[in-house]
């Protein structure tokens, strides 16, 4: 149902800086500056994870150009939230649920003290940095979410704004008095939402979702997200259950928690570290889609950034156990990037253990795309702001879930995105209003 789209108020992605790249690694079959056709892609078997492999034909195809980036090129996080870590002191702890306790900003748990074989909180500690990972303080983006089956573009699709901020846990100078807190006695972690601009009947369509503090705590004390949208044709408001997070969005084989390989409740699943591998993976794109240009190839099935630049990266693999047995997935592993945390890929199994969805991402560093002309930065460069001089974004610009099992799948592509959060305290407290959805409608 269309009320679902309230997951695309949630596009914040992790960032970080490029200073330095590796100029070399031992035994890859592969530089940096080479490219990649069709007839060789068995050069990248190595280098990716057996479920996306399995199904390459709906990634890798013939006319492709795969550039070989950087070697472990470095994103440093913006000097703010490595100032918020040090202060933290990386004195988070794991409780109850998998819950997450003593964490005040920054990042929460220690990479070079991650221990995947030795300690069997690894997994969660390692999704926690993921969900506590730099993404700004804000949230602002257009997007386009279209609807696929075996290369055929169906009628079925979105497009719309998101826009959201961070209303505690902030790392700015500026709010460590008040412990990240924007406003005094915040219950809140964040708030935003979305709206629809097209097709026209789903046009005007607004959402408002609250992510509370207690979402981070065990699950008899956890708060989950308050959700409402406004329904033009009914012209009223209605509130959103968080039991649809895991429901199809309109019908299409994406959900709200398959957002960024992950956008769920982390105490709702069991956490498990299954290991590490260097991956090579569409981490910092050069081509510029929708709405830039038409001429990005996707793919004959729609579903590829095989056109594009990679780059070879060190990856966690993690794996998710829902608690919850109405869950529609048995298990999902997740490769996540071990220096930004961004989400590589991931690989979904139903019910019967058998794989069937596969998610990956591309993305774009803002630091590439310093220029004057909005038009020509590919939408890529964030603004600082007061306590935040240096940005360092490493933003996703490119979502794709593919149903192996049907062929179907969505892609969601974005731009105009950036942290960047709003500066005005009273266009926040409006942005944050249940009123504004029906204001004036």
């Not at 573009?153 to 719309?160: A, I, K, T, V, W």
């Not at 290991?275 to 050069?286: F, H, L, S």
């Not at 964030?382 to 610009?397: H, K």
Request: proline fraction near 6%; charged fraction near 25%; glycine fraction near 10%.
């Amino acid at each position: 149902m269309r009320t679902a789209l309230l997951c695309l108020s949630l596009v914040v992605a992790a960032g970080a800086r490029a200073d330095t790249a590796v100029d070399a690694l031992p035994d890859l079959p592969f530089k940096e500056g080479d490219v990649i056709s069709y007839e060789e892609i068995d050069k990248l078997k190595s280098f990716l994870p057996p479920p996306f492999w399995e199904n390459r034909e709906f990634f890798f195809y013939e006319g492709m150009n795969l550039e070989i980036g950087p070697m472990q090129r470095a994103y440093p996080v913006s000097p703010t939230y490595e100032a918020a870590t040090q202060r933290g002191g990386w004195k988070a702890t794991i409780g109850r649920d998998g819950a997450l306790e003593n964490w005040i900003g920054g990042q929460p748990f220690d990479p070079a003290k991650l221990d995947c074989k030795g300690d069997p909180n690894a997994g969660v500690k390692i999704i926690w940095n993921f969900k506590k990972a730099w993404n700004g303080s804000g949230g602002d983006a257009e997007w386009y979410y279209s609807y696929w089956d075996r290369g055929e573009q169906l009628p079925l699709y979105y497009r719309g704004s998101a826009k959201g901020i961070m209303l505690a846990r902030r790392v700015e100078p500026q709010f460590i008095e008040t412990k990240g807190d924007l406003f005094a006695g915040e219950k809140r972690l964040s708030g935003g939402g979305i709206t629809v601009v097209a097709p026209q009947d789903a046009r005007g369509i607004m959402t408002l979702s609250y992510v509370y503090k207690e979402e981070d705590g065990p699950l008899d004390k956890a708060k989950n997200q308050d959700t409402w949208v406004w329904i033009p044709d009914l012209r009223r408001v209605r509130r959103i259950s968080t039991a649809q997070r895991t429901d199809s969005v309109s019908g299409t084989d994406f959900t709200i928690d398959d957002l960024r390989s992950f956008n769920g409740v982390v105490p709702q699943y069991e956490w498990s570290c299954l290991g590490e591998q260097r991956v090579i993976a569409p981490v910092n794109v050069k081509g510029l889609a929708y709405p830039y240009s038409d001429n990005y190839n996707f793919g004959p099935y729609g579903f590829s950034f095989a056109d594009d630049r990679w780059e070879v990266r060190d990856a966690w693999i993690i794996r998710f156990d829902p608690k919850n047995e109405d869950h529609p997935y048995h298990h999902k592993d997740i490769w996540l990037d071990k220096e930004t945390y961004e989400p590589l890929f991931s690989a979904a199994y139903d019910r019967k253990k058998e794989l069937w969805k596969v998610i990956w991402h591309a993305h774009r560093f803002s630091e590439d795309w310093k220029t004057g002309d909005p038009l020509n930065n590919g939408g890529a460069w964030t603004e600082p702001w007061e306590g935040v001089e240096v940005v360092n974004d490493l933003r996703t610009v490119g979502d794709i879930i593919v149903n192996v099992q049907t062929g179907t799948g969505n892609r969601i592509e974005f731009w105009n995105a950036s942290g960047r959060p709003e500066m005005s305290r009273g266009k926040i407290r409006a942005l944050v209003d249940i009123g504004r959805l029906n204001k004036g409608r």
